[in-house]
């Protein structure tokens, strides 16, 4: 089977019509692609494919190459199938990283900036008591 090859100049018209026969939404993000439309190509088989994103463009060209550093040891479908799978998983059993900021957390935080700011003695120690409460609903994990 002969295969076409593009020319240079063949390229940028050759992306538009496939961006129109795509609608052109980016088929990796799923988002309107508005300006810039990348023309990807397989770099194994050379082939092109769709438009994409260039963000998304060069997202797919590091994934390739951080899947490369597997050599054929592995299969990166695989590799994202169990992705999508551990991402899907239910965590909330387990304790908060000590840098995620949850609601208490920023309660908190809006609070101390309260008392900070505030004039009135009264007023402090509302905003400290509220802190006060606010930390006793806070657990801490135990090894």
Not at 3 to 13: E, F, G, N, S, Y
Not at 45 to 71: Q, V, Y
Not at 125 to 132: N, R
């Amino acid at each position: 089977m002969i295969t076409a090859k593009l020319t240079q100049p063949q390229i940028k018209p050759f992306v538009l019509k496939k961006l129109e026969e795509q609608n052109g939404i980016c088929p990796v993000c799923q988002l309107p692609i508005l300006k810039d439309p990348v023309g990807d190509h397989d770099y194994g088989t050379g082939h092109m494919r769709d438009p994409l994103h260039r963000h998304c463009n060069s997202l797919e060209g590091k994934i390739i190459n951080w899947a490369n550093t597997f050599g054929k040891s592995t299969d990166i479908k695989v590799v994202f199938e169990n992705l999508l799978k551990y991402w899907a998983k239910d965590f909330s059993h387990n304790p908060y990283h000590y840098k995620h900021k949850t609601d208490i957390d920023i309660k908190i935080k809006k609070l101390k900036a309260l008392a900070k700011s505030a004039k009135r003695p009264e007023t402090i120690a509302k905003h400290e008591q509220a802190i006060k409460e606010l930390k006793k609903q806070v657990a801490r994990y135990k090894l």
